[in-house]
């Protein structure tokens, strides 16, 4: 029994040597694998960032053929630029239509005062505070009817500034004539004693001091008979009674201005319309680009006081269009909300011959005041 027992020990225990080897030759394997392993992601690694510096190299090399490729052709359009020859003609043809600008602001400025013969336009939304924007005016009221006075005194009071009143043309000659008071607008009625407004009418008009003077006719009559042997005395415009107020502050924007007036600026800003404020905020932009802006408006747009009107009175609705196009444009990047509102109605109705007078009148009174408004504006800053 001993003997098997010894036998069968040796047998295991080979067996054991024999696992152990195995293990032992499995573990070498394993380690030499990992290390295998190891220094392959080593160089695999060692090899993608060759690559990546190599890509970046490239692209460099790229950017900078692409740059110098950029910087060539520009330097050849700068001098193919330079070097082609100037343009004689169209020079030319530039200075022309600058000198022909140029002769009709001239022409209309020589005109002198507007003469209006139509019914008065309105503008919409007229309130009586409104008339502060012509604070500083001097105005005269030729007017034999008390209560028409009366109505008249209410209505401007807003000026702020010393109504004159005439009872009859012989005393509003007395006033213009003999005392030389300096009016800023006359209101005269037709029928009145002693004398009527067209002969109070051709009087003043005689006397060349009084040229600038504008002078509207304030009338029941509708005939149109009187009216027109007022404007050929000298008047300017016509309004009917009962007096309305919308027409009346067209008349004053058509013929005053407020450079006498110390009204606030934003106060104008209401009564023209102008919301500069709100535009600063959408387009979120300081008041130094907005005042940037206003500039180059006012230098590049003011002559379109008299180009628009002149490109009408020729029938050149094809110009007319251009200029307000140009126009509407602007006036979206400066606040200029019911100018441009307007506008954009006068640009609708230009088809319509009947029109083009109503919203010609319209454009002229607007257009100064809010010229006047702006200008205004730059120098409170």
Do not use: W
């Not at 604070?135 to 008390?146: A, P, R, S, T, W």
């Not at 006498?260 to 934003?266: T, W």
Request: with cysteine.
């Amino acid at each position: 029994m001993g003997a098997e027992f010894s036998e069968v020990g040796e047998f295991l225990l080979y067996v054991l040597y024999i696992f152990l080897a195995i293990a032992i030759v499995l573990f070498l394997f394993i380690l030499r694998k990992k290390q295998s392993n190891s220094d392959f992601d080593k160089h695999y690694t060692k090899v993608k960032q060759s690559q990546y510096q190599i890509d970046n190299s490239l692209k460099y090399a790229k950017e900078k053929v692409e740059k110098a490729k950029k910087i060539k052709t520009e330097q050849a359009e700068i001098k193919e630029e330079t070097t082609k020859p100037i343009d004689k003609t169209a020079k030319v043809q530039e200075v022309k239509r600058e000198l022909k600008q140029q002769k009709v602001i001239k022409k209309i400025q020589k005109k002198g005062l507007p003469v209006y013969r139509n019914d008065m336009p309105v503008i919409d939304e007229v309130k009586p505070n409104y008339f502060e924007y012509f604070k500083g005016n001097k105005l005269l009221i030729v007017e034999d009817n008390k209560i028409n006075q009366k109505i008249l005194l209410n209505v401007l009071k807003n000026i702020n500034t010393p109504i004159d009143v005439a009872d009859n043309g012989e005393e509003a000659i007395k006033k213009v004539l003999e005392e030389k008071n300096s009016y800023d607008m006359i209101l005269m009625d037709i029928s009145m004693p002693v004398m009527d407004g067209i002969n109070a009418t051709k009087n003043i008009r005689q006397d060349s001091r009084c040229d600038n003077i504008p002078i509207v006719t304030v009338t029941a009559f509708t005939s149109g008979l009187e009216i027109g042997q007022m404007f050929e005395a000298g008047a300017n415009a016509f309004l009917t009674k009962p007096l309305d107020i919308h027409k009346l502050f067209v008349t004053m924007l058509l013929y005053l201005d407020n450079s006498k007036s110390d009204l606030p600026i934003q106060k104008e800003f209401d009564i023209m319309g102008i919301e500069l404020d709100e535009i600063m905020k959408s387009m979120d932009v300081e008041q130094d680009a907005i005042k940037e802006t206003i500039t180059e408006f006012l230098d590049k747009f003011s002559s379109l006081e008299y180009r628009i009107p002149q490109a009408l009175d020729d029938n050149d609705l094809r110009e007319a269009r251009t200029l307000l196009d140009e126009l509407d444009m602007i006036l979206d990047l400066i606040g200029a909300t019911r100018m441009q509102k307007f506008i954009e109605d006068m640009r609708a109705s230009l088809n319509s011959a009947e029109d083009i007078e109503y919203y010609k009148v319209l454009f002229i009174a607007q257009y100064k005041a809010l010229l006047n408004t702006y200008k205004k504006y730059l120098n409170s800053l």
